[in-house]
């Protein structure tokens, strides 16, 4: 089993920069897994923001994150990084870390999942 924990979200204005960290643990992880991150917004449904490839470690963003999200991550610490800049009031979500997808890597579908950390873009 793989455990995933977030950390790092809190309060922060518009326009603002914020990093949240994922660290992985646990028998069967590995540093070529594939990692997502996703988040939710109060009412409305759980969206894919960024993903890390495995061995080439490929990233891919969601179109309303582009140019403001960089997803990276540190194979020593078993840890990925999602750094947000430029943040705007619809940010303003939960945030969920992901491994292992069972499809594609923008799906829901994934076989391991964070508790979530929230972060808050304030006006």
């Known amino acids: 089993q793989v455990q995933l924990e977030e950390s790092g979200g809190g309060l922060v204005q518009a326009g603002g920069s914020l990093r949240l960290s994922c660290a992985a643990s646990?028998?069967?992880?590995?540093?070529?897994?594939?990692m997502g991150w996703f988040r939710q917004a109060p009412g409305k449904e759980r969206e894919f923001v960024a993903a890390?490839?495995?061995?080439?470690?490929?990233?891919y963003y969601a179109n309303s994150v582009k140019g403001r999200f960089t997803i990276s991550r540190d194979n020593a610490k078993n840890t990925v990084y999602l750094q947000m800049s430029s943040l705007k009031t619809e940010d303003t979500a939960v945030y969920y870390c992901?491994?292992?997808?069972?499809?594609?890597?923008?799906?829901?579908?994934?076989?391991?999942w964070g508790q979530g950390t929230q972060v808050t873009v304030s006006s």
């Open positions: 646990g028998r069967t992880f590995t540093s070529t897994t594939i």
């Open positions: 890390i490839g495995s061995i080439f470690w490929s990233t």
């Open positions: 992901a491994a292992d997808p069972k499809s594609d890597y923008y799906s829901q579908q994934y076989n391991y």
